[in-house]
Nanobody, 124 residues
Framework: VQLVESGGGSVQAGGSLRLSCAAS????????MGWVRQAPGEEREGVAA???????TYADFVKGRFTISRDNTMATLYLQMNNLKPEDTAMYYC???????????????????WGQGTQVTVSS
């Protein structure tokens, strides 16, 4: 299992970024996947997740601003981030659960496979 993130960068507050996660070796529709972030000195926190069936779940602090989606054909997971805030600055990781048909989860401990991360920096 290989997960490779891309799309991070530096933006000003109010700006947008779209993160991508290319998954190799399987279809994104089989397992639940999610985005988890970690700011310096902080613990990892779940941002958004999508179940194997395609149902999304969002952390309260990103509701209305971030959208998780996937392209099963291209085996790619996305995170569209709008109206970014300085507190969104973090390393963003793509992650996957191990159970077939799994439900969406925002708990980092529920994920077994992780990408290397992509940095998002939002300036005020």
């Amino acid at each position: 299992v290989q997960l490779v993130e891309s799309g991070g960068g530096s933006v000003q507050a109010g700006g947008s970024l779209r993160l991508s996660c290319a998954a190799s070796g399987y279809s994104c529709s089989i397992f639940s996947m999610g985005w988890v972030r970690q700011a310096p000195g902080e613990e990892r926190e779940g941002v958004a997740a999508i179940s194997a069936g395609g149902s999304p779940t969002y952390a309260d602090f990103v509701k209305g601003r971030f959208t998780i989606s996937r392209d099963n054909t291209m085996a790619t997971l996305y995170l569209q981030m709008n109206n970014l805030k300085p507190e969104d600055t973090a390393m963003y990781y793509c992650a996957r659960r191990t159970t077939f048909g799994s439900s969406a989860t925002l708990k980092p401990a529920d994920y077994k496979y992780w990408g290397q991360g992509t940095q998002v920096t939002v300036s005020s």
